[in-house]
């Protein structure tokens, strides 16, 4: 099985391309022929070490979470899916795995995804809705006429955050550069602010401030807040509540609990998929470069079946 693994901490330029051995299932598990990957910012942190009191990992480590692709062989006592469906899915941050050709994982892990969704948008989904989901419902408790922040609104996560949060009747104002602006508006936004070149200060009374990005964007988002208002922080894991305000982190622990919610939006036509770049297996270190960056519109992918 042919992946992309890491021996020590670094760079994109740490990762190596090898084999690894062949596993056998447990009972509960799958194997999946993976035909794209999704990277999210999440992956270089892995990569660099900065995660290890939160996910330790071992050498060697194949990185990447988000993936989908073919069923190809299942435990025995699996029942959902089975081998030549069509699945998305996303592996535990310390266990990595989809920057490969094939990965084991369990079962349940995977939701099968319908004939009108491609691998590429199925790959795009797990992480960055996932996390935009709890970030607004489950931390944020975000309510219907609400006016809710979103930084880096043209990112994997800000996109998803900027419709679920326009689906939900909030008022939506959301921090972009000036290229994506229409990108956002076109996505639900009421509200788009240039962060290149206009800041914070003409914003007030914000209930929900969704942060993924730290640094100066988290420390200006505290002085907007309406009394009672709220950060939900994917970055910044010492956030906590400051002069009555409420300040958590959103700790993405599985993505297939919403993952059914998201592909019902897709066939809905409630829910647009952006794809920034989709690298060949063989350029997964600029696939991370390029995320590297932070200028991605959307989501990078990896095609791991050529």
């Known amino acids: 099985m042919k992946t992309s693994t890491i021996h020590g901490f670094g760079g994109p ?67 959902h899916v089975k081998p030549g469906d069509r699945v998305v899915g996303r592996t535990a941050p310390g266990a990595g795995g989809a920057f490969a050709k094939r990965l084991v994982i ?38 219907p006429g609400e006016r809710v922040l979103i930084h880096a609104g043209a990112g994997g996560v800000g996109i998803m955050a900027v419709q679920l949060a326009h689906h939900a009747g909030a008022h939506v104002i959301a921090t972009a550069s000036s290229k994506n602006m229409d990108l956002v508006k076109s996505l639900g936004a009421d509200e788009v602010i240039d962060y290149r070149t206009a800041g914070l200060t003409q914003l007030r009374e914000i209930d929900l ?44 622990a599985e993505a297939a609990s919403t993952l059914p919610e998201a592909i019902s939006m897709f066939l809905a036509g409630r829910l647009q998929i952006v794809t920034d770049s989709i690298f060949p297996f063989d350029q997964t270190r600029a696939a991370l470069e390029k995320l590297a960056t932070g200028h991605a519109c959307g989501k990078v992918l990896i095609r791991t079946s050529n």
Request: zero cysteines; proline letters at 6%.
């Open 13 to 79: 330029d740490v990762i190596q391309f090898g084999t690894a051995p062949e596993t056998t299932l447990q009972p509960h598990e799958a194997a999946v022929r993976v035909d794209i990957a999704g990277a999210n910012p999440l992956d270089l942190k892995m990569i660099a070490g900065y995660m290890q009191q939160v996910f330790p990992v071992t050498f060697p480590y194949t990185p990447g979470t988000d993936f989908s692709g073919v069923v190809d062989a299942v435990g025995a006592g699996v029942t």
């Open 106 to 143: 369990a079962a349940s892990d995977l939701v099968a995804i319908p004939a009108e969704m491609s691998f590429e948008q199925a790959a795009s989904l797990p992480t960055a809705f996932g996390a935009a989901h709890q970030a607004l419902f489950n931390i944020g408790r975000l309510q």
């Open 209 to 252: 401030v969704i942060d993924t990005l730290a640094g100066d964007a988290l420390e200006q988002s505290w002085s907007v807040l309406a009394p009672g208002g709220r950060i939900a922080s994917l970055v910044a894991f010492d956030i906590a509540s400051r002069n009555g305000h409420a300040g958590a982190f959103v700790f993405l």
